[in-house]
């Protein structure tokens, strides 16, 4: 019997990822205000400064706090109708069959895209506030409470379904498929982590409290520090996997998972650094900031080659993007162009212009600029994309009866 369908229909935990690539993307765009526009007093641009800003500013100063404005909304807009839907099909979806199965497979960890979509949309809700709510900064201290018992409440959720996986995995043995280990995708739960990690460091960067600031950078250590070594523990055993059976096709764009797990620690420790120089006088330089980023970004760079050689022979984009195959783990592809640009906002601004290596708003600085708003309009193209293909019009096809 014949039926419309979609490749969103056929359900994966990995759909999370739609949302957490349109609330990255709010991210870049907050970039052009976090680096354009003037805010004295405070580690953030906020409402009063981006309307003091607009109404003082040069024509190229308002039209690009008007992109901004735009980009941000319309992110965060499907950054949350994206993250509802998931959470519905997903309520759904917990109830059959396949998802039992899943959870006795190494997929089962494909279940911690969940915390990590949630993660980032409180991060973008944070953004949409500070940008669009007049008067919020003078109650932000009692909002940095609420936002860190949410990413705890979601870190409790990562390690609950961490820990029925690592349970499972190290206590039975023979049930972990070391063969079918051979991607970067057993890395979801410390990308989970350290998306959890870089929201509870915000008010380290923010607050003018020093127990909120303590607090805060225990807290982000903690959960950052666990992510890192999950990565490393993961990262090591699946390359050995790669090396002797091949990189799984569909896994493919996992190989670069770890770009986007840099970019979101690199800011972890930015925003720790930060409150540990305002609150406890401890002090790092300019040149501090341009080593550590370069260094940063240098591992992105040769992750981002390295997946893109293995995609290319392998013919990932013939297979899955424009060819009759769809894979939701597609939507993996938007995480590390989104990563490089906002790292490389930060690596321009606070590494280079801040360390003197070159003028801000001069040619150089715009050269390379352009470089990170491309890979921005590049993931902005390849999420509607992504959402035509898996989300637009059911087309025919014939139906696949439940397991």
């Not at 961490?162 to 972990?176: D, K, N, P």
């Not at 410390?190 to 020093?210: E, Y």
């Not at 013939?318 to 690596?347: K, M, R």
């Amino acid at each position: 019997m014949q039926t419309q369908t979609r490749p969103a229909d056929t359900y994966s935990p990995l759909y999370f990822l739609a949302s957490l690539g349109a609330g990255g993307l709010s991210v870049t765009f907050f970039m052009y205000l976090m680096f354009w526009v003037p805010h004295p007093g405070k580690p953030v641009p906020v409402f009063e400064d981006i309307m003091a800003a607009w109404s003082t500013g040069a024509p190229l100063m308002q039209l690009s706090i008007a992109i901004a404005g735009l980009g941000i909304a319309a992110m965060a807009f499907l950054n949350l109708k994206m993250l509802f839907w998931n959470l519905g099909a997903y309520a759904k979806w917990s109830k059959t069959d396949a998802y039992s199965k899943l959870r006795q497979t190494n997929g089962e960890t494909t279940l911690l895209a969940m915390p990590l979509a949630l993660a980032m949309s409180v991060n973008g809700l944070f953004i949409v506030g500070l940008v669009f709510v007049p008067g919020l900064w003078s109650i932000v201290e009692y909002l940095f409470p609420a936002a860190m018992i949410a990413f705890l409440t979601i870190g409790y959720l990562a390690f609950r379904m961490i820990g029925h996986f690592l349970g499972r995995v190290l206590a039975q043995g023979g049930v972990f498929d070391v063969t079918a280990h051979n991607s970067f995708a057993q890395l979801l739960p410390a990308f989970a982590l350290s998306m959890v990690a870089v929201g509870l460091s915000a008010p380290a960067a923010m607050s003018g409290n020093a127990t909120v600031v303590g607090v805060s950078l225990i807290l982000s250590t903690f959960f950052g520090t666990i992510a890192l070594l999950y990565t490393v523990v993961a990262g090591i055993t699946a390359f050995s996997s790669m090396l002797q059976h091949g990189t799984a096709k569909e896994a493919g764009p996992t190989l670069m998972v770890i770009i986007p797990i840099l970019t979101i620690l690199g800011i972890m420790f930015l925003r720790q650094n930060h409150g540990l120089h305002t609150t406890f006088e401890a002090h790092s330089g300019a040149a501090d900031n341009l080593m550590f980023l370069t260094r940063f970004l240098s591992i992105q760079i040769t992750f981002g080659l390295l997946g893109l050689l293995v995609l290319a022979r392998q013919g990932y984009a013939q297979a899955f993007l424009t060819g009759d195959g769809n894979s939701p783990g597609s939507y993996a592809l938007v995480c590390p162009g989104v990563a490089l640009s906002v790292l490389g906002h930060f690596w321009i601004n606070k590494g280079l212009v801040g360390a003197a290596v070159i003028a801000k708003f001069g040619i150089a600085y715009w050269t390379l600029t352009a470089i990170a708003v491309g890979f921005q309009v590049a993931m902005v193209l390849l999420v509607l994309y992504l959402n035509r293909r898996h989300f637009g019009r059911a087309k025919s096809g014939y139906a696949v009866p439940a397991e």
